[in-house]
């Protein structure tokens, strides 16, 4: 086949020059006329189909009520018929919805490649986390940056300072004072020694040492080395394993520089150490409220450095955490700290915010407080926390509303009453709370209110009912590829963030799981057998992506907003997203389709 | 007329030659959609520098079953050609001897139906090589997608000459060029082009 077929997609461009070829030359070229089934169940499938020209749908075939029912559309070189191929028969059909012309790949063929290439056979197991980590090994530029870990060259080497055999203590002092050098390489016939501030200081206070000593019998010649193109992360595992504090990196034989760790923990959390201090430090509202603004710059610094979106959304958590809490002990006097509990809930309390896109916040305190000042001090809280750049809560969930400023009592009641209620606000209300961590104050108030209510809990199976039905409640937009020119768009904390929180909120809360991030959650479903160990790994892999996708565009969009502040936080334009992103959203919202499935037997939501 | 007739001759001469096969009327559904590349317009000028063939059988143009060859350099490999095709004499440098090309697209296409754009053409230096080496012309018969092209879009035409340049044919059919100026790459676009007018729906082709 000529230029015709895309080599360059995954997962083709998985293969080597022998596979291609042999792909090559097996490949045909089919014709399919507007509304004629390409494949129909229960037909044995020839192979593996991509789209070169036009599209197609794939249907379900026992779609009732004469409306057919699209799972997906492939277009623009979308493959399709994989799974069929690999199993035999096609459970669906697939229908050209216009003209189109497919490029075939026989299933003989398609076996003998993923017999001979592994990479090529577990892309096509349509395993979404098998997937992923295939798509981060073949990682391309900054689109992969999640995956992709910083490697050495891009940090700080520095030259070594290198002297020759018969250098003295002294001399070596000097030079390293000169040079600004905290160690020294010291030659000694081929081989290379280093001696650091630390062996000069032991080899003359505490061994009496004469300063006329040669440093090359000081030195330390066994080196921990490491190559240029290494991950810096390896570098920090190496010295944290080796408790060191320098690694020499070698190309080959030829001596590049040297890593120290303080390079690395300022290059990996780029300002993030800096902010963490000025946190730490500042004693004023002013003070705080100039460190929280540095936060938007780090989150950038991060995404692009290629830190993980875990890491990134764990560190931020902590860092949002401490600025609410520093901020409360600014602002609550310190006698009446003890008496109340401020809680973060929905996405901060799950540590799952990133851009701050909200704030849900709440007060306990304990039954009987007397505190005449409470509201005045909690209208000042919030205006305080938006001016730092916690934009408000639409829905007035927040301190100053006395709605969330609550006894013991009454917030144990409030749970209650909205675990009782059929009502939908109750409903979303009691989603939040269940999400809830403490971040200041007395964290014993808040246990109390949450041990009672889950000892409440127990096994009421309508309320669990009830409740996981939200989850289902959007549709999880699957069709959308075809069409991307009419709309170009999707809210995907709808179609597939919200579906996947509040379904592992479910089950956790059904469970008594205390924690309350998703990942955490998820790990424990898994552990306890709630969950099966690839749907748990998928459900990680998939909200990962979305909100990965979610943040590169948020981020674009705060940048070019003027304002700062991303106007539609939740949609992600589908035009701007590669091949490779757009494969990925695929799979991972067939995976919030799956746990929705399972989701409604499992909680009897047949709709 | 006269290919008719010396097609009867060819046939009785060669009736107990190893291409007797290639006279006998073909029962099969496939078809093959040739192209060459060639030095000249000129039949009597022409040699062949390339041949690119595929089956067809329904909707499908088989490019798993096809034919690219590449001839050695003939002696009057000139610039004029070499513009049009973009074929130089070193990409043809490890090229097939005539008589083997010949040879292998013979078996390749059998006593099936020759489909191409201007197909004649391309049978009738085919011919003059074939005669040159095997002593018979090609026999297979001919079909020329500018005239299944015209016989469909006439009846939407009224008046006026129906344009039928490749580039246009292919664009009035909504179909990818494949490979512009290389034998398979043409053999691969005219069976496309085929395929859709014979197997799609004619109804949203306008003249």
Known sequence: ?607 | MLRAIRRFKDKRTQKHGAWAHLFEKYEGKEVVSLDLETTSLDVSKASILSIGAVRITGNRVKTSDRLDIALKPPADLTAESIKIHKIRAQDLAEGIELRDALEQVLEFIGNRPVLGYYVNYDIRVLSKFLRQEFGFDLPNTAIELSHVYHDIIKWKHVGGDVDLRFDTIASKLDMPIIQRHTALGDAITVALMYVRLKHGDSSNLSG
């Open chain 1, 1 to 607: 086949m000529p230029d015709s077929f895309k080599m360059s997609n995954l997962p083709f461009s998985l293969l080597n020059e022998r596979e291609q070829k042999l792909l090559r030359s097996n490949l045909d070229l089919g014709y399919y006329q507007k509304g004629e089934a390409i494949l129909q169940a229960p037909e044995l499938s020839e192979g593996v189909y991509v789209v070169y020209k036009g599209r197609v749908a794939e249907v379900d075939p026992d779609a009732e009520d004469g409306i057919e029912h699209v799972f997906m559309h492939y277009e623009n070189e979308d493959y399709f018929g994989g799974w069929s191929a690999i199993h035999g028969t096609t459970i669906h059909n697939f229908v050209a919805e216009e003209e189109t012309i497919c490029h075939i790949l026989p299933t003989a063929a398609l076996l003998e490649l993923m017999a001979t290439n592994a990479d090529f056979a577990d892309y096509f197991q349509q395993n979404l986390s098998a997937k992923s980590q295939i798509a981060a090994q073949q990682g391309e530029g900054q689109d992969m940056a999640e995956f992709m870990l910083a490697t050495i060259s891009d940090a700080t080497l520095r030259d070594p300072l290198i002297v020759n055999e018969g250098t003295s203590i002294a001399e070596a002092t000097a030079l390293m004072r000169e040079t600004k050098s905290d160690c020294v390489l010291a030659r000694k016939g081929s081989r290379v020694g280093m001696v650091t501030g630390t062996d000069l200081l032991d080899a003359v206070v505490l061994e009496g040492k004469a300063l006329e000593t040669d440093v090359a019998e000081i030195a330390k010649y066994r080196l921990v080395t490491t190559h240029p193109e290494d991950y810096l992360f390896n570098v920090l595992v190496l010295m944290t394993q080796q408790q060191i504090e320098r690694v020499v990196v070698m190309d080959g034989t030829t001596l590049i520089g040297i890593v120290q760790l303080t390079d690395v923990l300022s290059y990996f959390s780029s300002h993030s150490h800096v902010i963490g201090l000025r946190l730490e430090r500042a004693s004023t509202v002013e003070d705080l409220r100039q460190a929280a603004k540095g936060i938007n710059a780090l989150i950038k610094a991060l995404i692009s450095t290629g830190v993980r979106i875990r890491f990134t959304m764990d560190l931020l958590a902590a860092m949002n955490g401490r600025i609410i809490s520093k901020l409360f002990d600014l602002v609550v006097p310190d006698d009446l700290q003890p008496h109340v509990c401020l809680i973060v809930m929905g996405s901060e309390g799950r540590g799952e915010q990133i851009m701050k896109t909200d704030q849900d916040n709440a007060i306990i305190f304990r039954n009987a407080l007397m505190w005449p000042d409470m509201e005045k001090v909690m209208q000042e809280f919030s205006a305080k926390l938006i001016s730092f750049g916690f934009p408000p809560c639409p829905g007035n969930i927040m301190v100053s509303n006395s709605y969330w400023v609550n006894s013991v009592d009454d917030w144990t009641q409030k749970l209650q009453d909205w675990s009782l209620s059929n009502d939908g606000e109750d409903q979303m209300n009691l989603a939040i709370a269940v999400d809830a961590k403490p971040v200041a104050g007395n964290v014993a108030l808040f246990k109390v209110a949450r041990n009672w209510f889950l000892r409440n809990l127990h096994n009421n199976d309508i309320f669990f009912s009830h409740f996981a039905r939200a989850a289902i409640e959007f549709d999880t937009p699957l069709t959308f590829f075809g069409n991307i020119k009419d709309k170009g768009e999707l809210d995907i904390k709808k179609g597939g963030i919200f579906p996947i929180v509040h379904g592992v909120r479910t089950l956790a809360l059904e469970h008594r799981i205390l924690k309350t991030n998703t990942y955490e959650r998820l790990e424990l479903l898994q552990e306890m057998g709630v969950l099966g160990e690839q749907e748990s790994e998928d459900l990680c892999e998939a909200l990962g992506l979305f909100i990965h996708i979610r943040l590169r565009q948020q981020l674009r969009r705060a940048d070019e907003s003027g304002s700062g502040i991303d106007p539609t936080p939740n949609i992600i334009e589908l035009g701007v997203l590669n091949k490779m992103d757009r494969d990925l959203l695929r799979d991972a919202l067939q995976v919030v389709k799956g746990f929705k499935k399972s989701l409604t037997s499992r909680y009897h939501l047949s709709s």
